[in-house]
């Protein structure tokens, strides 16, 4: 608590300082100056911790040229990405080109906006929060369809179609996860959110049936969200052309880059906030420490399972994703939904824990079940290469 | 049951993680400029010039014979005779090169000098790091940087360099025989000569004997 009221007290005596007209803007941007440059910084960090790692899982070291260890990897980056020479083609429309990494760089830092970063440490008190940073989270989907009609390269538009059904089938389990949590707390304010969970890492979401379950669906749809691998069909680089940043080059690259990376930080953000009791220390007594780093410290962990993930599966076939999406986290995420309206009828305790586990997984015993046993899952036997003559 | 391959894979991803941090198995890389593999005993690519003793200019073995010049395919080698000449291992006075050079960008590295070369001079090396700022001239290597101490040569090629040192034994012991057969021919005909010349004294002494008596 002691942080807090140390930051309120600096932003005021700051606030006080300015002229009185402009006491308002002076005020937003104490407030959205951490913010930006917090997760700017966090994005080299990532940077660098996501090649080390992956090059680790992948038995050689990450980069390690530049400054002990490579520490300094992403200051050679970004000399590199910004002296690159800015390629715009010739037919294409370039306010809108120009606009579109920076529309979606704007949209994944305003859904940091609603984030609690302690009690009293967010940058806008909305009643609405979850629902705001939905909502400007979809318009991610138009900046990269801007990006991939402005270009005018049919492999771009393709590309960002393709990102965009892929985002748009995610959004719904995505949403519809969240909703679980909302049903318990009663509220669409994220604040109230951390507030129920506050009672230490038993209180946490993260820790019911409906919760554990809504977590890892929410985590899933997070990274087709943000195009993270293995549902990076929107940028595989070794197979497509890049999809939608094909005609970028230089800055602007980077900067979709760090929209997406930015995005990512959110979603986990949110994660941490809905599920792992958001500023919350796991222990009460742990409080003492101050908030912020204890989201971050969720964040921070989410980050890293999303690496690891990265270092892990290979990327899933358009098809696949699709199927992925409407075949099982949609049934998954609205049996999740039942379950946690008998949670609530319920009131918890032993017997909603039964009931509810039960009911999640025997859905997802069921439902597993029932699309590998569907024919597009069996094994492919290809009519000439396994027939009659090669077999033999 | 969905998931439970993912798991899998996500626990070897783990191990190898944790274990590129100590074992040596799951984090073979070798940092090549700081760290290096130690070469094969096998391993060669361009030829370069073997000298005996420690002054490359009077221990070389290169008699400028040439012949490695004439049967090198892709003709990287240019050799130019010196105009005096020195005593070489046996003793023998023989021109040694002017110059030696080898264009190391045209040499293919196939060994053919090595195979040819009568006086066990050309041999072949295994260094690699020929990095130039300059390609013409700077991968155009005179004499002096391809004379290389017979030590050198035991260092990477041991049993090569043994058989080597064995054949120029054998020359030697060879040259030392016929020198020494060639000596004691000499003697022989030299004694030969002084005995007939003996012989052919020893009538006109009965002569002169003769005539005195």
Known sequence: ?????????????????????????????????????????????????????????????????????????????????????????????????????????????????????????????????????????????????????????????????????????????????????????????????????????????????????GCILFLISTLAEVNRSPFDIPEAESELIAGHMTEYSGFKYAVFFLAEFVAMFAMCALTATLFLGGYHAPLPVLNIIPGPVWLFGKLMLLVLLFIWIRGTMPRLRADQLMEFAWKFMLPMSVINLVSTGIWIALDGGLLGWLVTGACNFGAYLGLSRWLADHPNHRKRVYRYADGPINAA | MIGKGILKGMMETAKNLAGSFHDPERLTTVEYPEQKIPAKENARNFPFLVYDGDDCETGLRCVSCQICEKECPPQCIYIEKDTVKKPDFL???????????????????????????????????????????????????????????????????????????????????????????????????????????????????????????
């Open chain 2, 91 to 213: 003793g023998k006075m023989q021109f040694q090169p002017k110059t030696f050079d080898i264009d190391v960008s045209v040499c293919m590295g196939c060994q053919i000098c090595v195979e040819v070369c009568p006086f066990e001079s050309i041999r072949m090396d295994r260094d690699f790091e020929y990095a130039q700022g300059d390609r013409f001239e700077g991968l155009l290597l005179h004499k002096d940087q391809l004379a290389k101490p017979n030590k050198y040569y035991h260092s990477i090629h041991p049993t090569e360099a043994r058989e080597t040192d064995d054949i120029r034994e054998g020359k030697r012991q060879d040259h030392l025989a016929k020198e020494k057969a060639k000596a004691e021919k000499l003697a022989k005909a030299k004694e030969e000569a002084a005995a007939k010349a003996k012989e052919a004294q020893a009538p006109t002494d009965v002569d002169s004997s003769e005539k005195a008596s």
């Open chain 1, 1 to 213: 608590m002691w942080f807090e009221e140390l930051l309120i007290a600096i932003k005021a005596s700051l606030v006080l300082k300015a002229p009185e007209g402009l006491r308002p803007l002076v005020s937003a941007a104490l407030s959205t100056m951490p913010i930006l440059s917090a997760f700017g910084g966090l994005f080299a960090v990532v940077t660098l911790l996501e090649r080390k790692m992956l090059g680790r899982i992948q038995n050689r070291y990450g980069p390690n040229r530049v400054g002990p260890f490579g520490i300094f990897q992403p200051v050679a980056d970004g000399i590199k990405m910004l002296t690159k020479e800015d390629i715009v083609p010739k037919t294409a429309d370039h306010l809108i080109h120009f606009l579109a990494p920076l529309v979606l760089l704007v949209t994944a830092m305003l859904g940091l906006s609603v984030i609690p970063f302690g009690q009293k440490l967010v940058a806008v008190e909305f009643e609405a929060g979850i629902v705001f940073f939905f909502a400007v989270g979809g318009a991610a989907e138009l900046a990269v369809f801007m990006a991939g009609w402005a270009s005018r390269n049919k492999y771009a538009l393709l590309g960002s179609l393709r990102a965009i059904a892929q985002m748009v089938s995610y959004e719904i389990p995505l949403i519809l996860s969240s909703v679980c949590v909302l049903m318990v707390t009663g509220s669409l304010s994220l604040t109230e959110v951390v507030q129920a969970q506050s009672g230490g890492i038993t209180s946490w979401f993260l820790f019911t049936p409906w919760g554990f379950l």
